[in-house]
């Protein structure tokens, strides 16, 4: 999926650079992880490490510039940055959500939609959740309500666990970090603290739930027109479009990474979700575009979906 060239947004939408929100919140664990989690911290749970190593309460690694050594994104103008430059086009994708979410959370629950904040980052960031380095991968923290982004990740994903390249598996990263937020507005983040190991435990159905957000943004992305103009913000997905963000959330499912790590799988310990499972519903999403469909905590089968049958 790429974006329509004339396509428009206001550049300071996403900060960029070190920072974030700070240490009063006793370092709590943020949630997510676009396309497979917060890859360290997955694999830390995984294999039954402590999570605590991972984020900090403390401050004692400095926040890192971000690579284009900037504090703005004053060079992402139009969809034709968005489509030659990642940085940029983390921020487009953003402003599309912004217009989905905009529009459709009102529309189907009543709830009108906060924006969250986005932020890029470089090395290493303070949050409100704690410290976290780019090795955590993309975030979203909600106690400050931030989604946090390395773009080095996408490259990661490709590198380490296989995921294809193409411009819907990164911008399934950043809609699946604001599905997260969608969680915080709607009540239903905390849900996966309450339960958080096991292949039908609450994490997993969060996280899933964020799959489906996802597939629910990517349903109207391309037909929805962005604010002030006739034409969305990108052009109509293909069906490699689709095969992309499917490829990047089978890439991390539980189970994948389980095999890769350890050359076995071990359920009881999951709080992503398996490959199919996520790929199952990010379709849902998809494939209705309804917020009601993506009540993964009513599912009495994760891996079959009631709007899939």
Known sequence: MTFNDGAQMDPDRVSVGGGGGGFGTGGRIALGGGAGGLIILV??????????????????????????????????????????????????????????????????????YVKPAV?????????????ATSEVGPFYCPVDSTAYFDTSFFQVLVDRFGSSGGPLAQEYVVAHEIGHHIQNELGDIGRAQSDPQGAESAS??????????????????????????????????????????????????????QKQAQGRTNPETWTHGSSEERQQWFLTGYRTGQVSACDTFSAPDLSNPPALR
């Open 119 to 131: 932020h890029l980052f470089s090395g290493a960031v303070n949050t409100g959740c704690g410290q």
């Open 204 to 257: 997993v159905r969060t996280e899933l739930q964020a799959d489906c957000y996802a597939g629910l943004w990517a349903h109207y992305a391309d037909t929805l027109p962005a604010p002030g103009s006739n034409q969305p913000y990108l052009k109509k997905l293909t069906d490699q479009d689709v095969q992309d963000a499917l490829s990047a959330a089978a890439a991390v499912g539980d189970d994948r990474i």
């Open 43 to 112: 694999i830390t749970l995984l294999l039954g490490g402590d999570p605590g190593s991972i984020f900090g309460s403390s401050s004692g690694t400095s926040a890192q510039p971000h690579a284009n050594g900037g504090s703005s994104l004053q060079n992402c103008k139009t969809g034709a940055d968005a489509n030659r430059d990642v940085d940029c086009r983390v921020a487009f994708t953003v402003a599309s959500l912004d217009s989905v979410w905009g529009t459709e959370l009102p529309k189907q629950t009543g709830k009108q």
